[in-house]
């Protein structure tokens, strides 16, 4: 059996930049066994599955990294979209514990509006040790995920940030390091070494985080983002009441068949 899948480079204008993300269309669900295989094979950050569907939205869609399926992601939602959107202005996704997401054509790119999670100061001496930095540690206290957001001096001590991924495992947490920007508003890295993703390139569902929070702290509603990691991608965040818009392009670097 021939599985056609695209691999999609988003949060970026430029290939082998921003997020990858593999997209495949199936006509119905396999085993969740299969699915993970499939991830796992793949060997990116997320595979995006999504099967036609009627009613609410045009697709359901599962996301899965290499080890585990995930509540809620960002990029391979909007790759997803650059995928599937053929001639329409937006596509409509319905997920599991996220609810409907929207990509819409946005001039040369897209946006996608995710749920937004909101953080309140914690004390975490565990995390900032696996992170290997000093900050003020602020913890998910609604949203999709668990997640865990420090605010560090400047945009300098998040490019330093070296965690250690063995202990920054057993943090059941997506950890996200953030200061204001250099050339952009804001800058973060995101790890989550507990679901196989020890630096995640750009993060969608990160920035459903940092869209309340630094909407606060800047005091408008909209900013500029860059994901410092070692591919590094650019969003713009906008808050709308409880949801996040993010805004970003992708480009598609490869098509191919998985054959089962």
């Not at 040369?108 to 930095?133: E, I, K, N, R, S």
């Not at 947490?173 to 993703?197: E, K, Q, Y």
Request: some cysteine.
């Amino acid at each position: 059996m021939a599985m056609p899948f695209t691999v999609v480079d988003a949060f970026t204008d430029r290939p082998f930049a921003g997020n990858p993300a593999a997209v495949m269309l199936l006509g119905e669900w396999p085993d969740d066994a299969l699915l993970q295989s499939i991830a796992l094979e793949h060997n990116l950050s997320e595979t995006a599955f999504a099967v036609p569907m009627a009613g609410e939205a045009d697709y359901e869609l599962r996301w899965f990294t290499p080890t585990t399926e995930v509540a809620m992601c960002g990029h391979a939602t909007l790759a997803s979209g650059h995928v599937l959107l053929g001639d329409r202005d937006a596509v409509r996704f319905a997920t599991r514990k996220a609810g409907v997401l929207i990509v819409r054509r946005d001039g040369d790119g897209y946006t996608l509006d995710l749920p937004v999670t909101h953080v309140a100061p914690v004390a975490d001496a565990a995390l900032l040790a696996a992170l290997g930095c000093e900050g003020e540690v602020f913890a998910s206290v609604s949203g999709t995920e668990a997640t865990s957001i420090v605010l560090l001096p400047d945009a300098a001590a998040v490019r330093a940030c070296a965690p250690d991924m063995a202990a920054l495992s057993a943090c059941e947490v997506m950890a996200i390091v953030t200061a204001p920007g250099d050339a952009a508003d804001i800058v973060s890295r995101a790890f989550v070494p507990a679901w196989g993703v020890d630096e995640d390139p750009v993060t969608g569902s990160a920035h459903a985080a940092l869209a309340p929070f630094w909407v606060e702290r800047l005091g408008r509603d909209r900013f500029t983002a860059y994901q410092a990691s070692a591919r590094g991608g650019h969003l713009t965040c906008t808050l709308a009441g409880d949801r996040a818009v993010l805004g970003g392009q992708c480009v598609t670097v490869m098509r191919g068949e998985l054959l089962l």
